[in-house]
Structures are given as C-alpha cells and as structure tokens.
C-alpha cells in the first residue's frame, strides 16, 4: 500500500506540431515514413508477454498505395484467444495488488515516450496503415493518445480521493476495487488513439485485458503494444490478439470470466454482442459491463443569423478531414434557403483547392479511404445519387482504385431531407446538404431530430444569440458533443468528453473519470472504533 497520499503530474493537453514546410518535425517524420517503407514488418500477437506466430500471416498495405507491402501479421485463431485470456486471469492478482502510483507511472511514462521517441513511429505507422495525413495522424496518434494517458491517470487520483461523510465514531471509506475476471477491449481503425485507450483505461484501474484491432489497423497497433512494454506493462496486462471478430466474440462471451467489453465501432456488432452477452448472461461470475461508442449521422446545422464562411469552412473540415472516416464527421447539413448560394460561394473554392493523393505528399488533405469494402460502398452511393431524381451531386463525384482507394470529396444536394444519405452513415468523404425554407425552421428542426438513429455529434451556426439559446434547447437529445459555431468534430481530451447516445452508444465519455468508474466495482467499508455490546435501544426503557 501507499505510504503518502500522492499528487500525480497535473495533466496537460500535449501540444500538437504544426509539420510546416522547414520544422524539424516535418523532416523527421518523412524520414521515418520512409524507414518503415522500406522494411516488411513481421507483426506477431502479443500473449503473456510472449510474441506469438501461427505462420498463418496477413499481409498489410496502405490504403493509398496498394501494391506496396508494409510487411505481415500472425492470424489467430480460437486457441489464441483462450490463451490471451489464460495470461490475462493469470496476471490478474498481481497486477491489482500492485499499488496505484505503479500502475500510473507506468501509463505516465508511456505517455511521454509516446510524446519523445515514439512521436514520429506511432504518426507514421498511422499515416501508411490507415492513410491518415500528417496533421491528423499528429492530432490524433500522438497528441491525444498521450492526452488519454496522462489525463486518465489524473480521473482515476480523483476518483480514489472522492471519499464518504464520516459520522462520529465511525470511519467510512470506499475502496475502488478492479472488476473480477478479464475484460475485452476491441478497437477500430480510424483513431489510433482510441485503439490505446481502449485496452489501456480498464487496465489502468487494475483489470487485465484481451485486446483485438481492427485487421486494417494492426501496424499502428504493434506500434502501441511495442510502447507498452517499453513503459514497463507487466506480461499478461494487456493481451493482443489478431483473430477474427467471430471467432473471438464465440470464445470470450461465452467464458465465465468475462467482465467487461471496451468498443469502438459499427452499431450492428455492437448491439449483436450486446444481444450475445445477454443471452449468455447467466454463464458470467458478474454482470459485464458494456461501454461502447459505435458511430453517428452528424449533422450542422445553420441558422439563417449564421456566419456564412464559418459554415462553409466547417462543412469543408468537417466533412473531409481524414475522409469522414471519423465517427463525429460532418455528414448531413442543413442550410437555409436564403444563405444557401452565398455558402455555396465560400465552399466551392475551398472544395476545388483540395488535393486528393497519398499521405507520404504533405500537400494532399484527402487519401485513401481505408479498404476496397469501403470504396464501394461510397462509390455506389454516389452512383445512386447521380441517378437519383432527389438527389444530385453538386462537388466531387469522382473515385478511382487502380492505385489506391479514393474517393474525391463529394457534396450530395437533397430535395428530400429523408434521402437514404442523410439517414444511413457512409463514413467517408460524401456529404449530403438539403436546403430548407427560412419559415420552415421549426419542421425542419424537428425532421433533423428524428431522422438519424444516431445521436453523437452536432453543431450549429448562429450569430443571434436567442436562436442560439433556442437550438441548443430544441438540440438536446440529438447530440453527445454539441458545438456552437464550430465544426463537430475534434473533441480534445481534458476539455471534451466524447461521447453519445440513441444508437451512438453509451455516452460513458472517453476521456473522463466517468468511462473510468465503469472499470471498478466499489466496496463500501464502515469502521466503527467502539462497537454497541448490547442490543437494546434507548426507545426500549418503560
């Protein structure tokens, strides 16, 4: 146990590098771009501390460039799954024994190797495993990854230190224990920091974890198990595993120790696991806890009082950046009628300066979208729309896979505010706008707030203050991270939680004390120093 009461390093947001043309960072991190693409990688799982190949190997290549092999991955099968849990149960006392400050060193450490010798692997591993441009691979692989880090370990300190009332002659405490068995934390691909904090949040309060990526993200991922053990992670904490969805949910949810899931991504597995884990409820030592976030129809909204610009800007970023491939992306606007030529004027310019080509050139804003499902998929939507009598494609519309999956950046203009792309979410470069009447605002509001199952993210633009007050009012259910006057995308760690629900997920916020509580089962102790010898009370007398 402690023997002080200890204050952890005050969490600050690490500062996110610029890459300009002539910085330092620019330099080193091309060059490590270019050392990882010379090399084919051997990748195998991460079990008990051991690294494990099967033979039976994956080749993996970037999505903008799919005739270049970044090198291969050990596919797992039934038997390793098993394994990964066997080391995770058998790591378990140790791990939750060990006192609290150990557990956070650990962490605080990863985050500043993450932040020095790591920056420029974890980006570039990022930018040629998910084709993720430099300045989104900076604010998302290093920066807000090493942001999870540090700033979890400071919830978890205020979690600990929020303590009971004692009444006289009584000492309360709670005690924030880990949850019994192991829990099961399966990633994405399109934020590797999110594929960190999954499997690292519930390790951090003491539980010992199977963790498995997504198959399109298992570059980066190595990187992080790699910066994991360099931090001094115990063998068995975290167990990294590459076998298929189906054969690792068949294994895990039917084990007796399952305790917890830890997910980012689609709605459809996550409410099948959910269904699966109910199903199989009376099998488990404890209920599983079950936090996820699985994606959003995100919308902006403009106010006819809007900044004209600032919407066109936000549309832009919001929509495109990392090729909507962000489950907060912008991807059904509503604009009013009277505003609507003169933010189409501000876009269009925007829209034809943007360069669409593989990461490695720092110039392009778009690449490739992550696989060729996803390619045809959105292809195939644009196609739809091209033919559709509602619907017709007024930026972009272009795709091509013969070196890799792009899809040009592509606004969808609507006449029906219910067209399939302003319900069901693509997740890619392809917005869909409906321009309303000015005096139909409210309709229009109320068609905004049940057209999606979703209810992620959302933002509005307005430059009169009461209708601002009156959206975020009429706006309530519709989003987990609201924005005034800004894009819906780019939550930062420590200012805001991320997080929705509806059909978004559990909105247990990454990034907080709250998705940490879900981690730990607290034990209520009451000591009392001088205990009652007799049963009776004073009520009793004559």
């Given at each position: 146990m402690p023997k002080g009461i200890f204050n952890v390093p005050k969490a600050?947001?690490?500062?996110?590098?610029?890459?300009?043309?002539?910085?330092?960072?620019?330099?080193?991190?091309?060059?490590?771009?270019?050392a990882f693409r010379e090399v084919e990688v051997d990748i195998p799982m991460y079990i008990g501390g051991e690294e494990v190949r099967t033979g039976d190997k994956k080749s993996i290549h970037p999505p903008h460039d799919i005739k270049h092999c970044l090198g291969y991955y050990h596919q797992g099968d039934e038997t390793h799954v098993y394994q990964a849990i066997d080391a995770a149960l058998k790591a378990k006392p140790q791990w939750e024994a060990l006192s609290w400050e150990h557990r956070a060193s650990i962490f605080l450490k990863a985050a500043d190797l993450l932040a020095g010798p790591?920056?420029?692997?974890?980006?570039?591993?990022?930018?040629?495993?998910?084709?993720?441009?430099?300045?989104?691979?900076?604010?998302?692989?290093?920066?807000?990854?090493?942001?999870?880090l540090?700033?979890?370990?400071?919830?978890?300190?205020?979690?600990?230190?929020?303590?009971?009332?004692?009444a006289p002659g009584i000492w309360d405490r709670v005690e924030y224990r880990p949850l019994e068995g192991f829990v099961f934390a399966l990633t994405p691909?399109?934020?590797?920091?999110?594929?960190?904090?999954?499997?690292?949040a519930p390790a951090l309060m003491g539980n010992t974890v199977v963790w498995k990526p997504?198959?399109?993200?298992?570059?980066?991922?190595?990187?992080?198990?790699?910066?994991?053990?360099?931090?001094?992670?115990?063998?068995?904490?975290?167990?990294?595993?590459y076998a298929s969805g189906p054969v690792a949910a068949k294994v895990i949810f039917e084990h007796p120790e399952f305790t917890g899931i830890h997910f980012t991504g689609s709605t459809g597995v996550f409410q099948s696991m959910w269904k699966t884990i109910g199903e199989n409820i009376h099998k488990y030592k404890t209920y599983p806890r079950i936090v996820g976030e699985t994606g959003g129809k995100d919308y902006i909204f403009?106010?006819?009082?809007?900044?004209?610009?600032?919407?066109?800007?936000?549309i832009v970023r919001g929509g495109f950046e990392y090729q909507g491939q962000k489950c907060s992306a912008a991807s059904r606007i509503y604009v009013p009628e009277s505003r609507w030529e003169e933010i189409k004027g501000?876009?269009?310019?925007?829209?034809?300066?943007?360069?669409?080509?593989?990461?490695?050139?720092?110039?392009?804003?778009?690449?490739?979208?992550?696989?060729?499902?996803?390619f045809d998929k959105l292809s195939k939507a644009i196609d739809d729309a091209k033919a559709s009598k509602e619907a017709e494609v007024i930026f972009g519309g272009d795709y091509d896979k013969s070196v890799g999956y792009f899809i040009q950046p592509t606004i969808i203009q609507t006449t029906n505010p219910k067209y399939v792309t302003m319900e069901e979410e693509l997740f890619g470069p392809v917005v869909t706008l409906y321009v309303y009447k000015d005096a139909e605002l409210d309709a229009t509001l109320d068609i905004l707030d049940s057209t999606s199952m979703y209810a992620l993210t959302g933002a509005i633009f307005s430059q009169d203050r009461y209708a601002a007050e009156m959206l975020t009012k009429r706006l309530t259910h519709t989003a987990g991270n609201f924005y005034i006057n800004d894009k819906p995308t780019g939550a930062v760690v420590g200012q805001q939680p991320f997080g929705g629900s509806r059909g978004s997920g559990t909105n247990d916020k990454a990034g907080s004390?709250?998705?940490?509580?879900?981690?730990v089962s607290p034990r209520t102790i009451k000591e009392t120093f001088v205990p009652a010898k007799d049963y009776k009370y004073p009520f009793l007398a004559e």
């Open positions: 600050k947001n690490e500062p996110v590098l610029s890459y300009a043309p002539g910085t330092t960072e620019r330099e080193e991190l091309k060059a490590q771009v270019k790591y920056r420029q692997k974890i980006n570039a591993a990022t930018m040629l495993g998910q084709s993720k441009n430099a300045f989104q691979a900076e604010i998302d692989a290093a920066c807000e990854f090493a942001d999870f540090r700033f979890n370990v400071q919830y978890m300190t205020e979690i600990y230190a929020d303590q009971p009332e004692s691909f399109n934020f590797t920091s999110i594929a960190g904090n999954l499997p690292s997504s198959k399109t993200a298992v570059y980066s991922a190595n990187i992080i198990m790699q910066l994991f053990k360099e931090a001094g992670l115990p063998d068995g904490v975290i167990n990294l595993v403009a106010h006819k009082s809007c900044d004209a610009q600032a919407v066109a800007t936000a501000y876009m269009a310019p925007q829209l034809a300066e943007i360069k669409t080509g593989t990461p490695e050139d720092f110039t392009n804003f778009v690449n490739a979208v992550i696989d060729e499902d996803s004390a709250i998705n940490l509580m879900r981690w």
